[in-house]
């Protein structure tokens, strides 16, 4: 069982360059999110879906793209890199809280995102 | 503006004490909350969730605690080991809310030493 699976692991970039950060899940989950961590400001959501075809902004989305067209992927994709963009990218996946689970998300491993 | 608030960066106890961790947070419209443990170069992983209906839930040497009326959470383990040597976040949303779209805290760094 994967999980939540991310690509790359680690990628530099030049200011100016766009690329697209993907992320998988295999666990049929409803809800997807991808947050950044920055040191001293924890993790920030980007954006998340809670399924297939439904997306909406978190609380930093300036420079980022997503799309949900099937529900295991949620790719996230910057469009003009920035040194600002630099950071660390943990997509997360999770089951809408209920009686029977808490919803808690579940993580990737992360991607180290370098702009210089 | 900080809506959930880690003040303590860092916290260092001695192996077999109790570690408590502390969390604010100031929407009063928040009714779930977690806590969740990240090492380095890992991905974060959930510890446990207290609903705001309830002021404490366990699980095994985690015990978290809501006090609603201080908008006040913390976490407490016991008895602590090296292995909890790690960042917590605690995070929080609102009522209905998505538990995709979680607020986190900054963070407190446990160090727990032999």
């Known amino acids: 069982n994967a999980g939540v699976t991310q690509t790359p692991k680690f990628q530099v970039l030049k200011t100016g360059q766009s690329m697209t950060l993907q992320c998988a899940q295999d666990?049929?989950?409803?809800?997807m999110s991808w947050y950044r961590q920055d040191p001293g400001m924890g993790l920030r959501l980007i954006h998340y879906?809670?399924?297939?075809?439904?997306?909406d902004q978190g609380e930093v989305p300036n420079g980022y793209n997503v799309s949900r067209s099937t529900t295991e992927d949620f790719p996230l994709r910057l469009l003009s890199a920035a040194p600002s963009q630099t950071s660390v990218y943990f997509c997360?996946?999770?089951?809408?809280?209920?009686?029977?689970?808490?919803?808690?998300?579940?993580f990737g491993e992360g991607s180290r995102l370098t702009v210089l | 503006d900080q809506q959930v608030k880690q003040n303590s960066p860092s916290l260092s106890v001695q192996e077999g004490r109790i570690s408590i961790l502390n969390c604010d947070y100031t929407?009063?419209?928040?009714?779930?909350f977690l806590w969740y443990k990240k090492y380095p170069a890992e991905g974060p992983t959930f510890l446990i969730s207290?609903?705001?209906?309830?002021d404490k839930n366990e699980d095994g040497r985690f015990t978290v605690f809501l006090n609603k009326s201080a908008k006040h959470l913390s976490l407490h383990i016991v008895p602590s080991q090296p292995g909890d040597s790690a960042v917590y976040f605690c995070?929080?949303?609102?009522?209905?809310?998505?538990?995709?779209?979680?607020?986190f805290g900054t963070g407190t760094l446990l160090a727990v030493q032999p």
């Open positions: 997360a996946s999770s089951y809408p809280r209920g009686t029977t689970n808490t919803g808690e998300l579940f």
């Open positions: 207290i609903s705001s209906i309830k």
């Open positions: 879906s809670v399924g297939a075809g439904i997306t």
């Open positions: 995070a929080a949303c609102t009522y209905g809310g998505a538990t995709n779209k979680l607020i």
């Open positions: 929407n009063s419209m928040f009714d779930y």
């Open positions: 666990m049929n989950h409803e809800y």
